[in-house]
């Protein structure tokens, strides 16, 4: 039996929207800051994944841009 796992296509984790599989247990995820970023299901799932990982997008306040997309990249 094949274990086909859970879809997590377009579900958001913090900053992360999840957009398609790239792998039996990886997803291919898209900052709100237009970089993306690979993360295993379980991993977003437990919260250990929220960002891309730059700088800005980890920050604790999620409201406000992140710098590096406000100065134009």
Known sequence: MVRRGIDETDNV???LTVRRRV?????????????WRIAEGYALRM???TTCGVGACTAND???????LAAGW
């Open 13 to 15: 984790y913090g900053t």
């Open 23 to 35: 792998e039996a247990l990886f997803w291919a995820c898209r900052c709100r800051c237009g970089r």
């Open 47 to 49: 919260g250990w994944v």
């Open 62 to 68: 999620l409201s406000t841009p992140p710098e590096h």
